[in-house]
């Protein structure tokens, strides 16, 4: 498998591609993505997209190519888990 779907609103680990070399970096898709099947999924936003759309909001910093580092302290005041069956 060359690529996976990541649907909006999936939480997945950042990594290198290397064995191991996942960290504390994770990542929030803004819309669906095809990317290599190497991220370590942890979790997908469920109900309205609103906080979604209000982390997309925020001014983000240029590193390398991407446009991915906010540019403002963002911390997770709640999360409500849910084990899937399967998943």
Known sequence: ITE???PK???AMA?????GS????????FEDYTL???YSV????????STLDAIEA???ELRGSERSVPMQGLFIERIDLEIVAGG
């Open 22 to 29: 996942a960290g504390s970096p994770f990542f929030i898709t």
């Open 58 to 60: 925020i001014p983000r």
């Open 4 to 6: 996976a779907l990541y």
């Open 42 to 49: 942890f979790g997908q936003t469920v109900g309205s997209d």
């Open 15 to 19: 990594n290198s591609g290397a064995p």
């Open 36 to 38: 290599t099947p190497t």
């Open 9 to 11: 609103g999936t939480l």
